[in-house]
């Protein structure tokens, strides 16, 4: 998995037309979730990403999530 994003990571920072940038975000992201509190000037967005692949195991006892 670690080599597959690394060559993703490459291709993304190629020169990559928009329509696959965003062909890419949609094969790896399953949803954005964006919550908003407070008011006005004060108003703070929260945003959680789903992506459409599972962490790695031992992400949990690294504090990736």
Not at 25 to 33: H, P, Q, S
Not at 48 to 65: H, L, R
Request: charged fraction near 25%.
């Amino acid at each position: 998995a670690e080599t597959l994003l690394t060559s993703l990571r490459k291709q993304i920072d190629s020169e990559l037309d928009w329509a696959t940038k965003r062909q890419m975000v949609e094969a790896l992201v399953k949803g954005v979730l964006i919550t908003t509190t407070g008011e006005a000037r004060k108003k703070q967005a929260d945003v959680a990403v789903t992506y459409a692949f599972a962490a790695p195991p031992d992400a949990v006892e690294q504090g990736i999530s």
